[in-house]
């Protein structure tokens, strides 16, 4: 039994869709989430400033007494994940094992779409991972990066000609291919669920990473037993590094559910990169 | 004669557009560009974070010996103006009151629109300024969040559902009001010149702040004696917080030609603020 906060931190708010995965499936568990929101989006940006951020994210989170720590930022996972691994003394779990693990079991023809922004996809980082599992998949990915603005900007419905548009334009040729299973491989995505869903049709499986690396979570604190006590009363603590006025109203759209915990500003830049 | 360089900052590589029409207006003048791609976008980042990354810009060009600097952000322009005038021993020029003197120059009906960043608008600034010299003015404004991400992924021609939905979208109650004068309150938004312009119609004038800003100069610099040599070669060198990988290529969409000079990464964050 270990009551230590697990820390999770993505480039913004798009990891809270994976915050309120792991609020499901560990309830006991207490969070401290880092989001770096007056540096988001980080999926246009160069490997090394990705880097360097990561690191501060992680020098940041590892100034707590916590457990372990998740990456809830596709581009990190993808991008960075190499050069933090083994670095901070905690286990560190990405999105990327999860997902490749969940698209490996759902694919019957073998053939897998993934998204994600520029940096994630130039990474080839799923590439890799699934061909390791299945050397005989077919990947066929795109980056898309007017996806994450538009669900900033709530450009998440059905009958949305902005976001129906982009979804379109993007996935027709992976559409076309035929794959039968796709990763969402940014934690923004999973709010165009029901636009990407709708648009792929029903015999294709979307996986949505966040969601997978909140079991790989519970999986990996059972194996350590250093779960938190059952009963324990989790307690949620969120820090942003732009205002925290505002952060409420867009982490609702995140979580589907109010924000109760603490807020606080904090600035990275005197952590080390 | 004073051959000392401009220095010219913006959040990213939008300001590169006043950085043209500075080139066309001031042939001889050498120009230092500062573009904070490492922690671009500012429009809808709160006042602190904006104020405190201006301050960093402004201390980082002000670190070379220049002779003004010129703010080619609408967003810094707008919010953090007030906190870096007067403040630095050199001249400081934004991007909003040379606007606001060509449209108040321009209307004719007294009717003004205005469209910017989140942060921009909130800040009332135009308002202010256009209300001090034209008091019976009326100015209709709204943020227009999605236009950066779709001018920097090149969507920027007529014909793109993308842009001309969430053109008309944002602008339908401006023009359904009469406006005979848009500001085009952010430097990205000159490359929307065709769509905008198109979508208003020929009896409204667009403002485009950066081209006016250039002209402004060109007046202080005179008044103030210290303009460059005529025949003086101008250099160009620009500064990037990203990786220079890929500057060009971006950079002369928004010049319209081939970026000459040298481009060189910096860390603001050894900066004051």
Do not use: W
């Not at 670095?87 to 993934?114: H, S």
């Not at 900007?153 to 379109?168: C, F, K, S, W």
């Not at 076309?176 to 029903?202: F, K, Q, R, S």
């Not at 990996?220 to 938190?228: F, Q, V």
């Amino acid at each position: 039994m270990d009551n230590r906060p697990v820390g999770v931190f993505d480039s913004g708010l798009g990891g809270l869709t994976a915050v309120r995965q792991l609020m499901e499936v560990l309830p006991n568990e207490d969070i401290i989430y880092l989001g770096d929101t007056g540096r988001v989006p980080y999926g246009g940006r160069s490997k090394d400033t990705i880097v360097k951020y990561a690191k501060q994210d992680m020098a940041f989170l590892t100034s707590f007494d916590i457990k372990a720590i998740v990456v809830a930022c596709g581009t990190v996972s993808t991008v960075a994940f190499g050069e933090i691994e083994g670095k901070y003394g905690v286990p560190i779990i990405g999105v990327v094992a999860p997902a490749v693990k969940k698209a490996v079991e759902a694919t019957k023809n073998r053939k897998i779409g993934l998204i994600g922004t520029v940096a994630s996809i130039n990474s080839k980082a799923y590439e890799k991972l699934i061909l390791e599992s299945m050397p005989e998949a077919e990947i066929y990915s795109t980056a898309c990066p007017l996806l994450v603005p538009l669900v900033e900007n709530g450009r998440i419905n059905r009958g949305d000609i902005m976001i129906e548009t982009a979804v379109r334009e993007y996935l027709e040729p992976i559409k076309a291919m035929g794959v039968d299973t796709l990763i969402l491989g940014c934690t923004h995505y999973p709010l165009l669920n029901d636009v990407i869903g709708h648009y792929m049709g029903d015999g294709v499986s979307l996986v949505s990473p966040g969601a997978e690396t909140a079991y790989y979570v519970k999986r990996l604190l059972e194996e350590r037993d250093i779960s938190a006590e059952r009963g324990h009363n989790a307690k949620y603590r969120y820090y942003v590094t732009d205002s925290v006025d505002g952060f409420s109203g867009a982490a609702s759209m995140f979580l589907s559910k109010d924000v109760s915990g603490e807020v606080r500003k904090v600035d990275l830049s005197v952590y080390e990169d």
